[in-house]
């Protein structure tokens, strides 16, 4: 793996390590009841029972996705971009190299995605203490947005150079 793939790695490791502390930091502070959901506005619309499960869910999909991204280093050609069929065109070097922007796009959104949910398990559990407390809608579509801009110029980037390697031919 290269340094910068582990460096990217470590942080969402980092991230999901965060949220598992910042649920278990705050189980004991936790009400009976706990939002579980929020609007479009970032306010509470969901409650549930405090449980296990309600508490952990969000640190447990963030710790499986993190897995999914190694999962998907490991084996970039299951990551459908471009298309494995469109790879198999490409000669062993070009389909790494491909293989390398696909992983450099994965971890990128690795990254997002561990901001996302470490910031979501925060605001949840802070504002099942403080009712007065929302999910703030501008810091979750900015990171959905940087996340969509960065899944759209890799996945051109990957396109592009993929392309003009089959055309070359």
Do not use: E
């Not at 965060?18 to 619309?45: C, E, M, N, T």
């Not at 450099?104 to 605001?123: E, Q």
């Not at 947005?145 to 890799?154: F, T």
Request: charged residues 10%; positive net charge; hydrophobic residues 55%.
């Amino acid at each position: 793996m290269k340094t910068k793939f582990k460096v990217t790695f470590a942080i969402t490791a980092i991230l999901a390590i965060a949220s598992w502390a910042i649920a278990f930091y705050y189980w004991d502070k936790l009400p009976a009841v706990i939002p579980i959901h929020f609007g479009i506005s970032g306010a509470a619309d969901g409650w549930a029972d405090k449980s296990v499960w309600q508490v952990l869910l969000i640190p447990f999909i963030q710790t499986a996705m993190l897995a999914l991204f190694v999962f998907v280093y490991k084996r970039p050609q299951y990551s459908n971009i471009p298309s494995t069929m469109w790879l198999m065109a490409l000669n062993d070097k070009q389909q790494q190299q491909a293989y390398d922007l696909i992983r450099t796009m994965n971890a990128g959104v690795s990254v997002f995605t561990g901001l996302l949910f470490t910031y979501i398990t925060f605001s949840m559990n802070y504002s099942a203490i403080n009712f007065n407390q929302n999910l703030s809608s501008p810091v979750i579509l900015a990171v959905v947005g940087l996340m969509l801009v960065w899944v759209a110029y890799w996945t051109l980037k990957i396109y592009k150079i993929t392309k003009k390697q089959i055309t070359s031919k």
